[in-house]
């Protein structure tokens, strides 16, 4: 089916350990994001890409590696996980449709560091 | 720099009572949208409302009404006879039409009591 997917659904690691989120998406949209969502704070955008091969930080993007080798993937690497990293990552895409502007997201991955 | 406050942390109404949510939003942006999303228990994000900065036309869909208010910088939102499917959190947002960026509110949880 097309849309936008993540895995795992579900995570848990240990402090220290890398961990990968994967999102992927099928409607070939220029701009993905990561967003990381935490009690008290919304959404918070940690990375972003506007195509392939370029990729820039968000508001909150210490700890956190992105990667954009196609269009349909927007990976997110937690490269030695610590406890404050525990959230919700949501992936979205998204894209200008005539004189509009949608933006469309995963279900998300809950994260825990223990 | 941009800013969206939902002051209402929590909300509790009885199944049919009237509910609005507030949104206030800060910008230097001309132009811009607003965005509203509802999060259920099940933990996606589902998209209620996109507005255009230039028009401030207020919208109704069902039992769901937004009232846009450019000279208060709000964009509220209104859920008439309320049910206890309509409990979630909810998150308004901000994009300025030139950018990529969304910002979002801290979120606003409301309970539905039956």
């Known amino acids: 089916d097309a849309g936008i997917t993540q895995s795992p659904r579900y995570k848990i690691t240990e402090t220290g350990r890398q961990v990968t989120l994967m999102c992927h998406q099928t409607?070939?949209?220029?701009?993905m994001f990561w967003y990381r969502q935490d009690l008290g704070h919304g959404l918070r955008l940690i990375y972003y890409s506007a195509a392939a091969d370029i990729t820039d930080k968000g508001e909150v993007p210490d700890g956190y590696v992105v990667s954009r080798s196609k269009t349909e993937n927007f990976p997110l690497t937690l490269e030695s996980a610590t406890r404050s990293q525990t959230s919700v990552y949501f992936c979205?895409?998204?894209?200008?449709?005539?004189?509009?502007?949608?933006?469309?997201f995963g279900p998300g991955t809950r994260l825990t560091v223990t | 720099a941009q800013k969206v406050t939902q002051a209402q942390t929590e909300i509790s109404v009885v199944e049919k009572e009237d509910v609005t949510l507030d949104c206030v939003y800060e910008?230097?942006?001309?132009?811009?949208?607003l965005f509203w999303y509802k999060q259920p228990p099940s933990g996606e994000l589902v998209f209620l409302i996109r507005r255009n900065s230039f028009d401030e036309q207020n919208e109704i869909s069902g039992r769901y009404s937004w009232n846009f208010q450019k000279s208060t910088s709000s964009f509220n939102f209104t859920i008439t006879a309320s049910q206890v499917v309509d409990s979630a959190v909810y998150f308004c947002a901000l994009k300025s039409t030139g950018g990529f960026k969304t910002i979002f509110g801290a979120g606003t949880r409301l309970f539905v009591k039956a």
């Open positions: 910008t230097r942006d001309t132009t811009y949208y």
């Open positions: 409607w070939s949209h220029s701009y």
């Open positions: 979205a895409s998204s894209a200008w449709t005539g004189s509009s502007y949608e933006q469309y």
